[in-house]
């Protein structure tokens, strides 16, 4: 098998701006060729990230490798990453060429290839013909795709996007996700992201990095976060969660349940989790089924419905359950026709293995 | 709503008349031959004979002389001490002390400082020349210089030059290509302050000058020993320059200023 080779190895990084703590203990390893997007929500320390890599801050503490090479010390125009900013920071006082042949000045080609080689790079992101025009004279998605060019002229093994999309209109951005995910497989160079989209990053991203108050939480495959998250933060952010808390316990056959508020429900059998740990039981909302099928299911109860969402081609149903727990239930719309969703009290179950159970963490 | 409209116009021109018609005045009568001071009569009354008193003057070349080379020396030297106060100003934290530093000495009254600075050169035993009367002005216009230069500077956005870096500047390069070229109007513009505040100043030069007169001690001289007309042909003509250049100041800024306000992503 391959060795598998990192192109950005953070080791125990830190970084702090007076009393605030940005970046705390992050440990991430991003391999050579794979799009990988830092996701949080705002404050979360996914921009410090990137600009530690990008090497315009120096970490307080631990050490950033780039293909292999210590980088701590390495100032942004020795480094091999390029950056595309948020705000895209195109130079307004230049054309649209002399942008893009900026770096090119730095690589010792004389003028004619420089200007080929931007031509070139106007052609790849699908914009050709600006050459001489002011950058003050083009669109948002203009301006995007010549900040694009201008980072990726110089051919870096590592391209570093800040909020790329976050200034585009919703079905802008849907069709620059799509060619942002296009460009990387034709270029194959290691792409890192930051957004605080999460659609943006399952839709685009190898990996998703979810950081939340300068921690990692998780790093991992789309799929992998959204079926087996690993705290409760991450249960949270990516996609909907029903969250049931409460403490583990054994039944007499030996069985592991979740006791929360006088109801009890089947648990994932394996884990790491002990008999009397406060533990949070995570259920997807579309791994519940309504209905008469629901009974045959290990955790089934009756609940009352509160309401029913519809949302194109699905719906979503709130119901409660006895004793109060509220639960969010998604279901494909053609199915709420059915009798049994016009009545008040439905029935509705879903299988313990469909379910992740994680210990509660202390909120600090 | 019209009514307070034309109200606000009417205020505005008074404002304007109060403030230029005493020079306009000395304007008109530089142009009455007779040696009272008074508005020509007539038209055909009108008379450039005290200019051309003027430019015989004996003294009068070399203060204007003086003048002109002191507020040169005074434009380059303070141009560069408020670029360099605009760079330091990018980098620190605490923004507006700095900025509260560079304007303290607008708030010392210029004699106080005059003679201060008169004692301490003498103190160092630096005799007064036309240096002296330089570095005066320097401290005179610094504050003044720094406050346009710092404008342009606040309007640089730090990206713009964190992606020079990314795409390989130097400090030097970044400088070169993108730093001064967004704030060259704001550094011409503080090297203009300094040159017309030099050009205008008296109580400095006058406690710091040398055997060689500026200008505006000149003039002081004219009018405290009793002179003929000629100094009002030499107020019109310092007036009229002083227009000439505000019109080019104002016309350069506002080329400059579309320029770089276009700034926005």
């Not at chain 1, 791994?287 to 949302?311: C, H, P, Q, R, T």
Request: one cysteine or more; a neutral charge.
């Amino acid at each position: 098998m391959p060795k598998v080779e990192y192109d950005i190895q953070m080791k125990n990084v830190s970084k702090e701006f007076g009393d605030i703590i940005a970046v705390e203990n992050l440990s991430l390893e991003i391999q050579k060729g794979e799009f990988l997007t830092i996701l949080g929500p705002s404050g979360s320390g996914k921009t410090t990230t990137l600009r530690l890599i990008g090497g315009f801050e120096r970490p307080s503490e631990g050490e950033i490798y780039i293909q292999g090479e210590l980088a701590n010390d390495i100032p942004p125009n020795k480094r091999s990453t390029r950056t595309v900013f948020q705000g895209l920071a195109l130079f307004t006082h230049m054309t649209v060429g002399e942008n893009i042949e900026y770096g090119l000045q730095f690589k010792g080609m004389n003028k004619h290839e420089r200007r080929d080689k931007a031509l070139q790079s106007l052609t790849i992101v699908d914009l050709e013909g600006v050459y001489n025009r002011k950058v003050t004279t083009l669109s948002g998605g203009q301006k995007q795709r010549i900040a694009l060019a201008r980072a990726l002229v110089t051919e870096p093994p590592i391209l570093l996007l800040d909020e790329p999309l976050g200034a585009l209109d919703e079905k802008l951005r849907e069709r620059m996700q799509a060619e942002l995910k296009n460009l990387h497989n034709k270029l194959g160079i290691t792409f890192v992201a930051v957004t605080h989209n999460q659609e943006e990053a399952l839709t685009m991203s190898d990996r998703i990095a979810i950081v939340n108050c300068g921690r990692l939480e998780q790093v991992a495959t789309p799929k992998e976060l959204y079926e087996s998250p690993k705290t409760e933060f991450v249960a949270d952010f990516i996609g909907v969660a029903n969250i049931i808390e409460g403490t583990l316990f054994e039944d007499k056959k030996g069985t592991k349940k979740l006791r929360s508020d006088e109801l009890e429900y089947f648990c994932p059998q394996q884990g790491e989790q002990n008999t009397g740990e406060k533990v949070l039981l995570i259920v997807r909302p579309e791994k519940i089924e309504i209905g008469k099928k629901a009974a045959s299911y290990d955790n089934s109860f009756d609940a009352d419905v509160e309401n029913v969402l519809y949302k194109g081609s699905c719906s979503e149903v709130y119901a409660t359950l006895r004793n109060g727990q509220e639960l969010r239930i998604r279901v494909e719309s053609k199915s709420i026709l059915r009798e049994e969703y016009a009545k008040d009290t439905i029935t509705i179950g879903w299988n313990m293995e469909d379910t992740v159970l994680l210990k509660k963490e202390s909120t600090a | 709503m019209i009514v307070l409209k034309i109200l606000l116009w009417i205020f505005t021109a008074f404002i304007l008349v109060f403030i230029f018609l005493p020079s306009f005045y000395l304007l008109i009568i530089s142009f009455e031959p007779s040696e009272m001071e008074r508005v020509p009569k007539t038209f055909s009354d009108f008379s450039i004979k005290w200019y051309i008193r003027l430019f015989q003057k004996q003294r009068l070349p070399a203060a204007i002389k003086q003048s002109v080379v002191i507020g040169i020396f005074t434009a380059i030297i303070t141009a560069c001490l408020s670029l360099l106060s605009g760079l330091a100003y990018r980098k620190l934290r605490r923004k507006s002390y700095f900025l509260g530093l560079l304007i303290f000495p607008i708030f010392v009254p210029g004699i106080i400082v005059a003679i201060s600075l008169s004692v301490f050169f003498k103190m160092i035993h630096l005799s007064a020349s036309m240096t002296t009367v330089i570095l005066g002005h320097v401290l005179y216009s610094l504050p003044f210089a720094s406050i346009v230069t710092l404008v342009s500077f606040s309007a640089l956005q730090e990206g713009v030059i964190e992606a020079a870096r990314d795409l390989g500047a130097n400090g030097f390069r970044a400088f070169k290509d993108i730093i001064f070229p967004l704030t060259r109007g704001g550094i011409f513009g503080g090297a203009l302050f300094g040159f017309l505040l030099s050009l205008n100043e008296f109580i400095r030069a006058y406690f710091l000058s040398g055997w060689q007169e500026t200008l505006p001690m000149y003039m002081f001289g004219q009018m405290k020993g009793g002179a003929d007309p000629s100094i009002y042909a030499l107020a019109g003509f310092i007036l009229s320059v002083s227009i000439l250049l505000l019109v080019f100041i104002m016309l350069y800024f506002s080329i400059v200023r579309s320029r770089s306000r276009s700034a926005s992503y």
